[in-house]
């Protein structure tokens, strides 16, 4: 089973909507990191925030926010007033705290957004 | 720069060929891995290693070793190419520190064709 789902595919918006890219994880840790990363046309990726299993306070980032809720094992990614240059790959991944399988990180499929003008 | 450096950006290679992608940090950082990037697939890691001297296998290891002599370098060793193995491969290394400290850094990537 798949440690990490990104049950959206693709994603279309036109400029300044917003998006919620969705995250949905699963662990037995009571420890472990939740991260999401941007990978634009150019390929490499891009770190964009890691949050710990404790810390379920939601982050805002300018127009990037998050809503970590381990109720519903959910890490959702929301872009507000989106534009052309956010347009990329978004990868959603888990970290667990283990001895297995400490240090690996489990990566969801990804969701390609496009931002058209 | 700090960080991790792969080698090369490009490559291409015949059916049953070999090479080494180089995978190289200056971090310090004891846990070093590698990963692949296929279409609607994600990142799947290959190997992985927590010191010199120390490897393991991943999700999908069959095809590649790896070793790992010093704390700096990591590579990963294609012995007998496949088209199978066409794909974009990500070195990454992992800070061993908690809170704010924890986190990965990535290569800036090999995207590797196999004919």
């Known amino acids: 089973a798949q440690k990490v789902t990104q049950a959206q595919t693709e994603i279309s918006v036109v400029e300044k909507e917003d998006v919620t890219l969705d995250c949905v994880y699963e662990?037995?840790?009571?420890?472990?990191?939740l991260f999401w990363y941007k990978q634009p046309p150019s390929g490499e990726l891009v770190f964009l925030i890691r949050r710990n299993s404790f810390d379920e306070q939601n982050e805002i980032s300018g127009r990037y926010s998050w809503n970590f809720q381990k109720s519903t094992s959910s890490f959702n990614f929301t872009i507000t007033a989106s534009q052309v240059v956010d347009s990329a790959v978004y990868f959603c991944?888990?970290?667990?705290?283990?001895?297995?399988?400490?240090?690996?990180?489990?990566f969801g499929r990804g969701t390609q957004l496009t931002v058209w003008p | 720069n700090a960080g991790v450096t792969q080698t090369p950006k490009f490559q291409v290679l015949k059916t049953g060929q070999s090479m080494t992608l180089q995978c190289a940090q200056d971090?310090?950082?004891?846990?070093m891995s590698w990963y692949r990037q296929d279409p609607g697939m994600g990142l799947r890691l290959i190997h992985y290693?927590?010191?010199?001297?120390?490897?393991d296998q991943g999700e999908v290891p069959n095809g590649y070793n790896v070793s790992r002599s010093t704390t700096e370098d990591f590579p990963l060793r294609l012995l007998s190419a496949a088209p199978s193995q066409t794909s974009v491969y990500f070195c990454a290394s992992r800070s061993e520190g908690q809170g704010l400290d924890y986190g990965y850094t990535f290569g800036s990537g090999t995207r590797l064709t196999v004919v």
């Open positions: 662990t037995r840790d009571t420890t472990y990191y």
């Open positions: 290693s927590v010191g010199a001297g120390i490897t």
């Open positions: 971090m310090n950082h004891e846990y």
């Open positions: 991944a888990l970290s667990e705290d283990r001895g297995s399988t400490l240090g690996r990180l489990y």
